[in-house]
């Protein structure tokens, strides 16, 4: 949660690398109540990292990322069921458009 809170206060920050970090679907949770907050953050690695429900994971992240604008580059747990592949490429696919739509940068997505 500190970090999070951290998150929704720093507006200098532009990158952070929260890989290997242990983060669960909880602290997903956090993260994406920061991210939609958040207004300088461009590039959020949160690779690697202890989730039960990747797909469940993912989607709450994507779900805030509709919020913020500034996000550029999203790096995200590996969902390996194409069922679950397709759905974060939908919802990728959506914030693109609407972005596209608002005049904003696209959001680059991984997950491998």
Known sequence: AAISDGLKTNNSLQEIDM???EITSEGARYI???????TSLH?????H????DR?????????AVHHNH????LIL????????????????DKINNERTRQ??????CYWW
Do not use: W
């Open 32 to 38: 994406s109540e920061a991210i939609q907050i958040n």
């Open 70 to 73: 500034t996000l550029q580059t």
């Open 49 to 52: 990292n202890s989730i039960n």
């Open 43 to 47: 590039t959020l690695d949160l690779d």
């Open 77 to 92: 747990p590996d969902v390996r069921d194409e069922y679950d592949k397709r759905q974060v490429t939908s919802e990728v």
């Open 55 to 63: 797909l469940s994971f993912n989607m709450t992240v994507l779900s």
């Open 103 to 108: 005049g904003i940068s696209t959001l680059t």
């Open 19 to 21: 890989s290997y970090n």
